[in-house]
């Protein structure tokens, strides 16, 4: 039994994983929540993740949730195939991890805020509200800042290798700023812009981008 | 080499390091005292550390590190096979203890520091409480709540039978939510949190940290 993904292209927590695992070259079986339907509520599904939440990893007798546990887990595991995205050193590794909660702590809340309310809401069928908009993409800007700052001195968020701590910013920016229409605040800024357009050219992304609705 | 922790023995995410370093017996640092009342954390100096000017920051020799859970990460690493295995021994132990420690991170942190802000940051500021905060906070954390007291029916710590990085994550947080906040009965209406808490907040390394707060 090799590695199962329960999640749904319609997540970019589990988008994150999927990608991870073309990175590292490693074959997986997905198997689709829907969460339309209301799957991930069910109790055989909250038997495995009991906050009802997408994605979740089985390995052999191991069921893991959390996309950023699952991340870690198997790059830590496939260490050596694929791309090293945990860097070469214990140092790269403090400012992978550091970027990766960075992009957890502030990153994600005003992203997340952001899509849920330019492309969540709408495809429900329901209005956008404008002040939050306004609001969470003000706390956004600070935070792209820091990144053009980042961007100028190094390649990537972690040095000058792409790590997990750039990948995980696929699939939420994936969102922002091809489906929400809110890529200016990337245009604007130089480096964070040759960062996103470097990233989102690669192979995963583009592989598993293809197969999602 | 001596390790630099910049922080503040008060601040929750110093604690998380802290308690951190005194469990893996780790006795070579210091604390480099940020005072955050006289703003130092958003001088140019301090941002040159720390970008988004938040504390903690870890310095050790040419490593730089902020954002508390990946401070204590890279410690646990370092120290690996001294004082408490907070990744407890196994692959598997590992995994599990970073999943919880996310939990944590995306569905514990956000209402609970919500709440800690109002009813207890803000007063010592001087400013006023926001009560509708706390009221739209307290269900989201009651309900995180309802699902840790499943698990802990089943599970002595949240990665297993072994107290981890994971539960020392809650211990600041939960610290101002119980004991500052007026915020207990959330945790001693559900009995196996009850324990949980009792038992981590107990621990050694944590009451001295909280001395140190103290001082």
């Not at chain 2, 119980?178 to 107990?202: E, F, M």
Request: charged content about 25%; aromatic content about 10%.
């Amino acid at each position: 039994m090799g590695i199962v993904v329960l999640g749904s292209y319609l997540s970019p927590y589990s988008l994150r994983v999927l990608i991870e695992l073309e990175e590292l070259v490693v074959d997986y079986e997905l198997k689709p929540v829907n969460i339309k339907q209301g799957e991930h509520r069910t109790p055989e599904f909250l038997k495995m993740q009991p906050f009802g939440q997408v994605p979740v990893l089985q390995d052999d007798d191991l069921t893991l949730f959390e996309s950023r546990a699952i991340t870690r887990y198997l790059a830590e595991k496939f260490d050596g195939q694929g791309t090293p995205l945990l860097g070469k050193s214990m140092k790269e590794k403090a400012l992978v991890n550091q970027w990766v909660e960075v992009e957890s702590q502030n990153y994600d809340r005003p992203l997340i805020a952001i899509v849920e309310q330019v492309v969540w809401k709408p495809s429900w069928g329901k209005t956008t509200n404008e002040e939050i908009v306004a609001a969470e993409m003000a706390k956004l800007e600070k935070v792209l800042d820091v990144y053009e700052a980042q961007l100028t001195k190094h390649k990537y968020l972690a040095g000058d290798f792409f790590s997990l701590a750039d990948l995980g910013h696929l699939p939420g920016t994936h969102l922002l700023v091809n489906i929400g229409k809110k890529g200016a605040v990337f245009a604007d800024r130089p480096h964070l812009n040759a960062w996103w357009e470097d990233i989102s050219s690669r192979p995963s992304f583009k592989k598993t981008m293809a197969k999602t609705p | 080499m001596t390790l630099i922790v910049h922080g503040a023995p008060y601040s929750t995410c110093t604690q998380r390091i802290l308690a951190t370093l005194v469990e893996l017996n780790v006795e070579d640092y210091k604390i480099e005292f940020v005072d955050l009342r006289k703003g130092v954390h958003k001088s140019p100096d301090f941002l040159k550390l720390q970008p988004f000017g938040q504390i903690p920051v870890l310095q050790d020799g040419d490593i730089t590190i902020f954002e508390s859970r990946a401070i204590v990460r890279y410690l646990c690493e370092k120290f690996a096979g001294q004082g408490t295995p907070l990744l407890g021994k196994t692959v598997k132990d590992k995994a599990l203890v970073s999943q919880w420690l996310e939990v944590e991170s995306q569905n514990y942190n956000p209402a609970a520091s919500l709440i800690v802000r109002e009813k207890v940051f803000a007063p010592r500021m001087g400013a006023p409480s926001d009560e509708s905060v706390v009221a739209a906070q307290t269900p989201k954390l009651e309900k995180t709540l309802d699902v840790y007291e499943a698990h802990l029916a089943k599970s002595k710590f949240l990665a297993g039978d072994f107290f981890s990085l994971a539960d020392l994550s809650h211990l600041p947080y939960t610290n101002l939510l119980v004991n500052a906040a007026g915020k207990s009965d959330l945790i001693s209406s559900r009995p196996h949190v009850s324990a949980w808490w009792n038992a981590i907040s107990q621990r050694p390394a944590f009451q001295k940290v909280l001395a140190m707060a103290k001082q």
